[in-house]
């Protein structure tokens, strides 16, 4: 078997879950940096919209390493699809197929079925509340609560910050009401 297959395998919880986690102790030494993302929306705003905004006022250059950090991800995320994509098709639980279904999304043979990722569905009341509602609902949540999910559960817990704790019980209780309840109802619209 070769490197390419290797990567291309899906890895196991315990195999990927250690590496992401070493990124904070390699952050921490390497430059003394904390993990997390959604803090460069703020530097993107402070670099792009110098109004006389106090929340922007501040040397964002010094964070420039977390936007291509941003950057890295986003460039390793099209590689990895157009180099290691996997041609197999995608193997869901027959329940959940089942549960799909009865919202009306039958087409699962992708990763992001049709019904729900298209230019129709963006610009419909359901699409609305997913992507516009939701994605602004994620991002003021996560500048509220000070920091994204991978910024609180990835580099806040492991430096035992109390804040990260509660936020990230925050996220996991938000996580399973909507799955269970509100998403629920907003795809059977």
């Not at 049709?114 to 003021?140: C, D, N, R, T, Y």
């Given at each position: 078997?070769?490197?390419?297959?290797?990567?291309?395998?899906?890895?196991?919880?315990?195999?990927?879950?250690?590496?992401?986690?070493?990124?904070v102790?390699?952050?921490?030494?390497?430059?003394?940096?904390?993990?997390?993302?959604s803090?460069?929306l703020?530097?993107?705003?402070?670099?792009?919209?110098?109004?006389?905004?106090?929340?922007f006022?501040?040397?964002?250059?010094?964070?420039?390493?977390?936007?291509?950090?941003?950057?890295?991800?986003?460039?390793?995320?099209?590689?990895?699809?157009?180099?290691?994509?996997?041609?197999?098709?995608?193997?869901?639980?027959?329940?959940?197929?089942?549960?799909?279904?009865?919202?009306g999304?039958?087409n699962?043979?992708?990763?992001?079925?049709?019904?729900?990722?298209?230019?129709?569905?963006?610009?419909?009341?359901?699409?609305?509340?997913?992507?516009?509602?939701g994605?602004?609902l994620?991002?003021?949540?996560?500048?509220?609560?000070?920091?994204?999910?991978?910024?609180?559960?990835?580099?806040?817990?492991?430096?035992?910050?109390?804040?990260?704790?509660?936020?990230?019980?925050?996220?996991?209780?938000?996580?399973f009401?909507?799955?269970?309840?509100?998403?629920?109802?907003i795809?059977?619209?």
């Amino acid at each position: 078997m070769n490197i390419i297959e290797f990567i291309k395998q899906p890895w196991a919880w315990y195999v990927a879950g250690p590496l992401i986690g070493l990124t904070v102790p390699t952050l921490m030494l390497l430059g003394n940096k904390t993990f997390g993302i959604s803090a460069n929306l703020r530097h993107v705003c402070a670099a792009c919209l110098p109004a006389n905004v106090k929340f922007f006022k501040y040397d964002w250059k010094k964070e420039i390493w977390n936007f291509y950090f941003a950057i890295g991800i986003i460039i390793g995320g099209i590689i990895a699809f157009n180099l290691l994509s996997n041609s197999n098709p995608i193997q869901i639980n027959s329940k959940l197929a089942t549960e799909l279904a009865g919202y009306g999304i039958t087409n699962i043979s992708g990763m992001l079925p049709e019904q729900l990722f298209s230019w129709q569905i963006l610009f419909s009341l359901k699409g609305f509340l997913l992507f516009a509602l939701g994605g602004f609902l994620v991002g003021f949540g996560s500048r509220y609560a000070g920091g994204c999910t991978s910024g609180h559960a990835i580099s806040g817990l492991s430096n035992l910050q109390l804040p990260s704790l509660i936020a990230t019980c925050c996220f996991m209780v938000g996580g399973f009401i909507m799955a269970n309840f509100i998403l629920p109802l907003i795809l059977s619209l």
